[in-house]
């Protein structure tokens, strides 16, 4: 028989993808709207780089951003971003932290690199965090403001020197805090904080790293044109992006944009993803079969959190009867912990409704 969870127990919207991430209500129905003047449209036509336009103001908004740093976009999401630093950013050596998957596949990009020097790789084990260390013949130093693979955070603060400070923010960009100040590259994608889709990358670039972009392509490198970020730059500053973007996508995190920066901006997130934060770790902390996967609370994750259950309790069970009940991706991230849910809690998702998913799960373990 299916267990059916009571009503009055269950979130008023039930989807906590890590990403995909929820597209709140009315988002697609707003889309149909205006898509008559948008989609189908050429990209360096006037619909489609005001709504290119509109991103890139709405996200200066949200971090504030100082005088010089522009915002840059281009086709290909996050992980090809990995690959954009390696061709276009680093000159020679790069030192990494890595304490997840997304760090990992970052370092793991450069390390494949033969035009480069071997990186110098910080790692912690799963559940852990690592920082950056000052380093002699460092030119970039590149960390993951939020690890989604386990749900681990660091803070972005500048290693001494002047290499540049790279971010991978994918998971973080919207729902933690930031003085961007502190990097020179902060890039991310649409489909965690900004409630949309992927294929897309966007940089937050300080005035040195577009010079040190400038000073990469007039080397003689070669830099294969996908991952030119010169380019990149260029046709973001006339609100276009060097390939065709996928409009929808766009549009979605532009309505996210409005909708955040009418809302408290970057401080209003992040209270938000603070409470979702303390509704899910108090929880799993009182808890008499679950614990936070991340021990040291200061590590832990506002927007994806992690939680380990007792080996006795059976997580895919648990989970089957979740989402016949509409409650959904709570799925670990593969290879990650033993027993574990993870749930997003980006500035979209409710806090009520986080609160209202941990009684949820007490109700289905009690049963099960």
């Known amino acids: 028989m ?11 919207d039930g989807r906590f993808g890590s990403g995909p991430s929820k597209v709140p209500d009315g988002r697609l129905q707003a889309l149909a709207a205006s898509g008559s003047t948008l989609m189908g449209t050429s990209h360096r036509q ?3 780089k005001e709504l290119v336009g509109r991103v890139r103001r709405g996200l200066s908004e949200l971090f504030a951003l100082p005088e010089g740093y522009e915002v840059v976009l281009g086709n290909g999401g ?4 990995f690959d954009v630093v390696t061709h276009a950013l680093i000159r020679q050596r790069s030192q990494h932290a890595v304490f997840g998957a997304f760090g990992a596949k970052f370092a793991k990009a450069v390390e494949s690199a033969p035009w480069l020097a071997s990186p110098t790789v910080l790692r912690a084990a799963p559940g852990g965090r690592v920082l950056l260390l000052p380093e002699d013949g460092v030119d970039v130093y590149a960390i993951t403001h939020n690890e989604t693979s386990t749900g681990v955070m660091a803070p972005v603060e500048r290693v001494a020197g002047d290499a540049l400070m790279v971010v991978d923010a994918t998971s973080a960009a919207g729902g933690l805090p930031l003085d961007a100040a502190q990097s020179d590259v902060y890039f991310f994608a649409p489909q965690k904080s900004f409630a949309s ?11 040195a790293a577009i010079a040190r972009a400038e000073e990469v392509a007039a080397s003689g490198r070669h830099i294969p044109a996908f991952f030119g970020l010169t380019e990149a730059v260029a046709q973001s500053r006339l609100d276009q992006t060097v390939n065709t973007p996928a409009v929808a ?3 979605l995190m532009a ?6 920066n009418a809302h408290g901006g970057l401080t209003g997130m992040v209270t938000r993803t603070a409470a979702s934060a303390e509704a899910l770790y108090g929880w799993a902390e009182r808890s008499s079969y679950a614990r936070p996967f991340v021990t040291d609370p200061a590590h832990r994750s ?5 939680v380990e259950l007792d080996e006795a309790i059976d997580r895919v069970a648990v989970m089957d009867v979740l989402r016949r009940n509409g409650v959904v991706d709570v799925d670990a991230y593969r290879g990650i912990g033993t027993n574990q849910l993870r749930v997003a809690m980006y500035p979209a998702v409710d806090p009520v409704d986080v609160e209202a998913l941990t009684h949820c799960i007490d109700w289905v373990v009690e049963r099960l």
């Open 78 to 81: 996050s992980v090809a971003f």
């Open 197 to 207: 889709d992927g294929g897309l990358w966007i940089a937050l670039l300080s005035p």
């Open 302 to 306: 506002l927007v994806v959190g992690t």
């Open 249 to 251: 996508t766009l549009f």
């Open 46 to 48: 006037a619909p489609v």
């Open 2 to 12: 299916t267990l059916r969870i009571p009503a009055d127990l269950l979130p008023g």
């Open 255 to 260: 309505e996210q944009l409005d909708w955040m």
